[in-house]
Each structure stands twice: as C-alpha cells, then as structure tokens.
C-alpha cells in the first residue's frame, strides 16, 4: 500500500454554475487530506502520500445550456494508504459525504491491484457453474417458482418438480421467501433437492436450486452451511439489503462450497437517477463481482421493469471484463423473459449468459414444464441461427409453436 | 404474527399516464401472493391472510399537467406473516423488486408492533446519553477532528485534547478514519481518552469519544468490543456501508455497553432524488432508531451539504417520534455549523439536539478550545432567549464575540 497505488472513482457531477475544477480539486483534498495549501512544506511531505489527485475533469457545458444540462465527469484517485482493503472502507471513501453533496452520481470505480488481491472473487464464476451443471455449449436456463408465499412443501415440491422436468439448469427461490413455518430452509432445501433428483431420474440433468439466504447477518454463514448440509447446492442472496461485505465474506468461506446468486433487490433505489446515486454497471456489475457473485441478476432490456440496453450491455461488460482479474459473473438479465426473445437475448448478451423466466415458463399454456422444453427449444434454434419460426415448424417443437403463437417473438 | 399484524409502505409514484389503482392492486398482489383473481375460492381462503392490501391512493393529478407533474401517494398493507421480523427482509418485501419498476420512491414505513417488538432499539437515546454526561439543562456539542489521515497519535490526542478543553460534550472520529498503522484502534482509544482524563481534570466535564467501527462485517462486534475493554465510551458507524440488520444487531448485543453514533455517509445516494430511492426522514430518521442509533447524524439544513429544512424536521420528527416504541434518538444535524448559528438551530430544533461542529470550532481565530468555548457561551445566550450580539459584549464571552465577528449570526 506505500507504493502510490491509488482507487480512481468516477463522478458526474451536475450543475448549473460550479467551477468543476475547483469543485474536483475540492474532492480531491477534503476526502483524503482534509487542507492541503496551507499546511507547512515539511507536512506536506509527509502528508503527500495521503493526498487524493483529480485525474480528470471533462466538462460538458452546451452554449446556451438549459438548467440541468450543464455536467462534468471528474475522476479522482484516492491513494490506498487511506483505506482498508474492504469495499464499506472504499466507498465510504470515495462517497460517503459526497454523495450528499449536489446533484453528484458515483459512476465507476477501479481499483489497484493492492486492492483487488484482497478480494478472491467468484468462487466459481462462468467456467465453475459450467463445470458443476456439465453444459458447456450453449446458454444456460433458470426458472423462478410462480408463487411461494403461503404454500407448503408439497406444493412447493410439485411446483420444483415441473420446472426441473421443463429441462431448466437452474431454479431460483423468490427473493421474497424468507424463514417460514410452511417451508422452512431445511425442509424446503430436503423436498426440492429430492425433486430434483427425482427429475434427474428422468431428464438425466443436473440442476442447480438457489435456496434463499435470509436471516440475521450474522447468521447468515451459518444459515448456508445448514443449507449445504442439507444438500442445498446454489444460493440466493439479496446483497444489497444487507452490503457487498457481507457478499464478500460469504463467497470467501472456505465451507461455502456453492454458486451464490446475487439478487438486485433495492437496487432501483441507487442506479435510475441520472443527478444521484450508484451506476447500475458499478453497482450491479463490478461490485457484485468483486465481492464474489458467482451469477449476477439485473433488470433486462426486454420486460416490464427496465432499464436502457446500453447499460445492461455495461453491467454485463463489467461482469466478464478481463481486466478484473477474479473470474467472471454470470450475466443474468431477468424479467419480462419469454420464449421469443431468446435470439435477442443471445444477440446482445452472447451465449455466456442465464435466460432467466418466471411467467415465461409457468404461463406457457400446456404447462410449466413444457414452458421449460420451449424455451431449451428457442435456445437450439437460436445457437443454431435458425429463426425461430421456422424452429416451431419443427416435429417435436410444438412447445416452442405454443409458446411464439402466445407471446409472439423477435429476431 | 397470525393475528393479521401489517407493516404499511408509503410510496410516491411518478407516471404521466399510469392507473394508479390498478398498479397499487398490482404491487398488493404481486408482492405478497402473487396472483389472486385467478385462484380458486377455497384456495383463496387459506391465502387471504398472505395477501397484500390497498390502504390508500392519494393522486395528484393537476388539469393539464405538464410531463413528470402526475404522481399518487400509494400505501400497501402487508402481512407480517410473509416476512420475517428483520428489516432486510422487511425491505426486500416492500422495496425489492419494486424499487426498479418505473419511478418510485418509498416515503414512509408504518410497523405493526408485532414487528417492532423484535427491535429494542437504542440502548441509551436522549436521555440515556445525558444520564452518562449528566448533563440535562441545555443542548449538547460535539465536536469532529479537523482532519485524521495522515496523523499519528500525538498528533491525534493533541487534537483531542484541544477540543475537549474546549467544553465539548461529545468528540467524533471521522468517518473516513479507517484501520491504519498510525492510529489503530486499540492505541486511539488509549490516546484519546487518556486526552480526555487530563482535560476532565481542568474542565470537570465528562466527555464521550464516538470512535468509529469498521472492518470485515463479522469483526465488527468484536472490534467494538476491544475499543470499548480498551475505554471508547462510544462508537461512530457508517451503517448503510453494512446494512440496518448490521447496527440492529450491534446495538442488542449485551456487551456492547455504550451508544453508537450513526453517520449517514452513502446516504446522498438514496434519498435525494424525487422519483428515486428513500426518503430521508424515513432513511436516517426511523430506520436509524428501530436499528438502535443512539444518536443519528443527518445533513443540517445550513451548510453545504444540504437538506431542505422541511426534511431536516421531518427527520427529526422521526427520531424523536412518541408513537414508536423505543427509545429515541439524539438528532445531530450537521455539516456548516458556526457559533453564529446556534439560535437558529434550538429554534429549529429545541434543545433535544446536538450541536455538531468541525470547522466551525477548529477555524476559530483563538484556536480550537477557544473555538469550543464560542458554541457553548451561544447554547448558554440562544437557551436564556439573549441575542447573540448581547451575549458576545458581555465580559468573558469575546470568544463568542470573535466567533461572530468571523461567521456572522442568525437570529
């Protein structure tokens, strides 16, 4: 940390007057060193290593600028000596005070490598959901259970069993089940992973089942293991309601021995805004990755809760980007799934990706599992190049005929 | 929890054409059952108790609104029994997926008591910190350091003792003051208070130093609790950089004997848009005490940093609220503090407010005892209902004169 090596952060800040150098100049100095002209030169010296450093001030002011329109991109560098090497001590840095200061928005972060080595990141990644799944040539499918709230196990269980039998590589618990009486983790972990083996019996595929980690923080490790135990072989987690560190900590556990999903949940509440808050690519890309998010969920561009596709395509850059040396997300860009839009999906997302349905597989009119074989269907067709309707025209493709007559498709 | 106990979400929706019924029904159902028309009656029976509820849609929908003008106030009822009775799981449920589905901000949260019962809240609040000061007659002042990085510990206790011998109730780190090798927990504690002994003895006024908890989440109470085996009589705490559950948890642990102080850095994220996020009255204002913030730092409506003071009252509002049963919270509005203020802030305020002040101490032209000095001669004026310009040419007071003659004052 004494070599100089420095996290650069990425602000837009907008505003109708400010001066941006001076206001950079300003983050620079009272985020790290708190006064800088007028300390004696003999301080100075010593104090330089803790001195922040504008990068960068990119001003965009428009002749005639109409209120609002007038913003800078300013890029300071916060010497890592300042912080500890954990992402609350880092963000608290670099936007703790300042987020409260103007119409100011976090857009990036990069990190030295000092920092970086402090984080082991995904402890499967890509390449590690491939190899425990085995399917290595195509992208991978994940449904969502229809309803979860007041049903018990049985229910759930059959609920588990048609989606398996649809040929999905994964099944995600709803981000809103939480410890229950009607199906608590044990119980729930034990009837889906027996309807997975039973599903397994006929499909011969594996499957992962994300069981959602829910509970005090401090007994979330402890929650995973007993799912684990219990034969629990994926995880959910809503990371944002309860911080990247503890996402980090989780996915460094050595006992921790299973894919985490990472779940947006309350990320609407930091990324939409275009004056505050957090990008969707550092919040819901880099940052999950960094703290170890084996597949990273964010809203897509095709459904009712949406965000631009120019920054899906981001949050998914920073998820594979080879410059983060950890492995790589698992882009899941979720909501709004249906069979149709598969070839649009591998077309801006590429074949490392989850398709990831809810609706889509439950409201296929001949039933959940079928639901799933459309979409393995589109999945083929799609890989293959072969439009979609002209697929369906196939014999044996009658899951995905039902499904394009139903929601229609894009090519 | 089966006795139809319900927590109320307050959102504001923006939508320049939406029907906002149909999308309150929509979040009702969606976030608690899921589907509801289409059930089957006796299935409806055993799920009603699950199922979400409309309370209220207050549109504000003006003749010939101009685009982003349309937006309703929207409350949902839901039932306790589909979450369980911590706030991540609260805020996954009302504010999960919803935060990312158009423009929404979520203003307010009501619990049921169910819920809250499960919350001791803050171990000391107002009166509990004044029991530990014995001081009860008149607001407090707390007091942050100038600047940290950099700063051994000599420098640091030097720093520490002027600002104690100047009268201040409470001393702070700051924030951004993370594990370092300069002044490391342990010996900061030492030196700060063994500072604080030695300006007891010449003041005869006890001192609370709120030295600030960070680390991996998991080492956080046991980071607490050597600071405080080592003396800290209170802790600082960044807590949306770990979570809610995180300070909740903390603040009902036994053997975390002494207040924390929660600091609202990150918070500039959430809560300043108007289409986006959280409220702050609810962000640093409710959520902060049901998790136990002793005292509760938020923007104050006169520096910088700013926050409209109808905010600022409503966060006080929140803090200090009879109908939640808990302790409360001590509100400390902060950020652009001067002596010249003081009057403006028990106007706004009462006296049930802590004073909070950095530069406004430090940068006063007789030092920073001196600079102590000028808040307290102003909390003793603006108490008695004496002009700050009378106070200041009374004999003894020319700290208080000096003070004004730099900052100006506001009556």
Redesign the interface.
């Known amino acids: 940390m004494s070599n100089g090596a420095v996290c650069i952060a990425t602000y837009r800040l907008h505003d109708d007057k400010a001066d941006f150098q001076k206001k950079a100049l300003g983050i620079a100095v009272g ?5 800088w002209t007028d300390l004696p030169e003999a301080r100075k010296a ?2 330089e ?2 001195l922040g450093r504008v990068v960068s001030v990119e001003a965009h002011e428009p002749e005639n600028a109409a209120p609002g329109e007038r913003y800078a991109d300013i890029r300071i560098a916060y010497p890592d ?4 090497r ?4 880092l ?3 670099v ?7 103007g ?2 928005k ?1 857009l990036d972060l990069d990190f030295s490598s000092d920092f970086v080595s402090a984080f082991p990141g995904p402890k499967f990644g890509i390449s590690g959901v491939r190899d425990l799944l085995g399917v290595y040539n195509r992208p991978l499918l994940m449904s969502i259970f ?5 049903h018990d196990l049985t229910n759930l269980r059959d609920q588990f069993h048609k989606q398996a039998l649809g040929g999905v590589d994964l099944i995600k618990d709803d ?2 089940l ?3 009486p009607l199906t608590p983790l044990e119980k729930r972990v034990e009837a889906c992973m027996e309807a997975a083996r039973q599903a397994e019996a006929e499909t011969g595929q594996k499957l992962l089942y994300a069981v959602n980690l ?5 007994k979330l ?1 402890s929650n995973a293991k007993r799912a684990i135990a219990t034969g629990a072989n994926a995880l959910l987690f ?1 990371v944002l ?3 990247y ?2 996402l980090h ?1 989780l996915s460094s556990d050595p006992e921790i021995s299973v894919p985490i999903a990472a ?8 990324y ?2 275009p ?4 990008s969707a690519p550092l919040l819901l890309g880099k940052l999950m990755r960094l703290a170890g998010a084996d597949l990273a969920l964010f ?1 897509s561009p095709y459904g ?2 949406v ?1 631009p596709r120019e920054e899906n395509l981001a949050v998914q850059a920073a998820l594979i980007d080879s410059a983060l040396p950890v492995r790589t997300s698992f882009p899941v860009p979720s909501a709004g799934i249906h069979p149709g839009l598969v070839p649009l999906i591998l077309r801006d997302f590429g074949s490392e990706v989850v398709v990831n349905a809810g609706g889509g597989i439950h409201g296929h009119p001949m039933g959940t599992a079928v639901g799933g074989h459309a979409f393995r269907q589109a999945i083929v067709a799609a890989s293959a190049g072969v439009p979609l309707p002209d697929a369906a025209a196939q014999p044996g493709n009658e899951a995905l005929k039902a499904a394009i007559e139903l929601w229609g498709y894009k090519q």
């Open positions: 985020l790290t060193v708190g006064s010593e104090m290593k803790h000596v300042n912080f500890s954990d992402l609350p001590a963000l608290v840095t936007f703790g005070k300042l987020s409260m200061d119409k100011i976090l229809k309803s979860v709230i007041g981000e809103i939480f410890e229950n829910t509970g005090p923080t401090s490790a809503n309601a309860y911080g560190d503890v900590e779940h947006p949940a309350m990320a609407g509440a930091l939409p805004s004056h505050y808050g957090i809203p009712s809760v965000m």
